[in-house]
């Protein structure tokens, strides 16, 4: 059974620095697809940062030379580290993974930037 669950949400004030983690289980990270989504209230979900499968990553403009998506394939967690955050980025952020044609999303973690 795949399991991803995330981690690290929390309050934290504009302009300080917050660290998501995604532990994956039943499902090798290394091995898949992987990002973080975050919806705001009212908002659709929308893509924060990517790994694919071959290493490459991609990020949403909004948040480019703030956010950086990793992974750790021996702890086969997901990570986000989020700096410099805006108010604007108050949200869930929720971990995807994709594989073999199949999604998996974690049940998200809450972020709240004060401004």
């Known amino acids: 059974q795949v399991q991803l669950v995330e981690s690290g949400g929390g309050l934290v004030q504009a302009g300080g620095s917050l660290k998501l983690s995604c532990a994956a289980s039943?499902?090798?990270?290394?091995?898949?697809?992987v990002a973080w989504f975050r919806q705001a209230p009212g908002n659709s979900r929308e893509l924060v940062a990517s790994?694919?499968?071959?290493?490459?990553?991609n990020y949403g403009n909004s948040v480019k030379g703030r956010f950086t998506i990793s992974r750790d394939n021996t702890q086969n967690t997901l990570y986000l580290q989020m700096d410099n955050l805006k108010p604007e980025d108050t949200a869930v952020y929720y971990c995807?993974?994709?594989?073999?044609?199949?999604?998996?999303w974690g049940k998200g973690t809450l972020v709240t930037v004060s401004s």
């Open positions: 790994i694919s499968s071959a290493g490459s990553t």
């Open positions: 995807n993974l994709v594989r073999g044609g199949t999604t998996y």
């Open positions: 039943g499902i090798f990270v290394s091995l898949s697809a």
